[in-house]
Nanobody
Framework: QVQLVESGGGLVQAGGSLRLSCSAS????????MGWFRQAPGKEREFVAA??????RTYYADSVKGRFTISNAKNTVYLQMNSLKPEDTAVYYC?????????????????WGLGTQVTVSS
């Protein structure tokens, strides 16, 4: 059974940093993307960043380019978030199992974590 477990969320002031981690177990995703999505209250879930399992390809939403960095090591995916803004406040979800070409489409991911709350105060 596949499990994705996120950690690292919390409360931070604007301009601060957080690092999210997502530990994957149960299978390998060697030909798939692993991604981070977020959902703020009253809004749809939106793409944040994705990475190929080999780590050689990364993708970012325009809103986080230059501030967030996705990386992976073994079965863990990380999201380093710098220069955080209040509009980054959301529940952040780790996802896995989408073909790489669909990296930004939440409907194409087979597995999801339960999410971790990130709150950025102004």
């Amino acid at each position: 059974q596949v499990q994705l477990v996120e950690s690292g969320g919390g409360l931070v002031q604007a301009g601060g940093s957080l690092r999210l981690s997502c530990s994957a177990s149960g299978r390998t995703f060697s030909r798939d993307a692993m991604g981070w999505f977020r959902q703020a209250p009253g809004k749809e879930r939106e793409f944040v960043a994705a990475i190929s399992w080999s780590g050689d390809r990364t993708y970012y939403a325009d809103s986080v380019k230059g501030r967030f960095t996705i990386s992976n090591a073994k079965n863990t995916v990380y999201l380093q978030m710098n220069s955080l803004k209040p509009e980054d406040t959301a529940v952040y979800y780790c996802a896995a199992g989408a073909p790489l070409v669909y990296y930004n489409s939440p409907a194409r991911y087979d597995y999801w974590g339960l999410g971790t709350q990130v709150t950025v105060s102004s």
